[in-house]
């Protein structure tokens, strides 16, 4: 069954990215890196935008963006532009974290990967990624692109 592979690539993949991380000195969640690393490719977006770039849902990812300010990896500040909102920048440490982290998180990849050849590994990206980007919709939580979400 799809759903059960899919989970279990999901239990697999999380399991590798935390003990990685772990292992290279970091107390980070995939979706908290994820979040991070959105935050700094988009510097001063806000919360709402940021959940639907990392496809996470709305209302929690309120505390991914509270643990991340907790670690001084993030800051919040109101919006310039609306009030109610607040953007989010990645501080000194939080780009110090991203710099640091990476090693561990291309190490992740490739060992979620290991098995496959490189044709093997292509393949199935491009299968996930057709099957994904054709359910997205049916997600709680579907992926926005970056253009579309400031729009």
Do not use: W
Not at 33 to 56: C, E, F, K, M, V
Not at 84 to 97: H, I, S
């Amino acid at each position: 069954m799809p759903g059960h592979l899919a989970r279990r690539f999901q239990q697999i993949a999380v399991a590798v990215f935390l003990a990685e991380v772990s292992e290279a000195g970091f107390d980070l969640t995939p979706v908290q890196y994820a979040a991070l690393a959105t935050i700094r490719s988009n510097p001063g977006i806000d919360q709402i935008t940021l959940a639907g770039l990392i496809a996470y849902d709305r209302t929690t990812i309120t505390g991914v963006i509270d643990r991340l300010v907790q670690k001084d990896l993030l800051v919040r500040r109101a919006s310039s532009r609306d009030r109610r909102a607040r953007e989010l920048q990645v501080t000194a440490e939080g780009q110090r974290t991203l710099r640091a982290i990476t090693p561990a998180v291309e190490s992740a990849q490739r060992m979620l990967m290991r098995g496959l050849t490189a044709k093997e590994s292509a393949e199935l990206m491009r299968l996930m990624r057709k099957a994904i980007a054709a359910g997205n919709e049916l997600s709680r939580a579907p992926l926005r692109e970056a253009v579309s979400a400031r729009s």
